[in-house]
């Protein structure tokens, strides 16, 4: 499904290590938490970018 997606993009391709992730779904849709370490601006932007390339993604926002 399309948290394995967002994960192997993530852990696998990236080869990102992830600090914590949280998913919870409510009538067809999820919402996620993902917590990374990057050592740059640019770096998180990619991530962004590549995490809304996934069919199915609509939303990507960063947290402090």
Do not use: C, H, P
């Amino acid at each position: 499904g399309i948290v394995n997606r967002i994960t192997e993009l993530i852990a696998n391709q990236l080869r990102i290590t992830m600090q914590s992730i949280n998913f919870s779904t409510s009538q067809g849709s999820f919402e996620g938490e993902i917590q990374l370490k990057l050592l740059s601006k640019e770096d998180l932007d990619s991530v962004i970018r590549k995490i809304l390339d996934i069919n199915g993604v609509t939303k990507v926002t960063r947290l402090s």
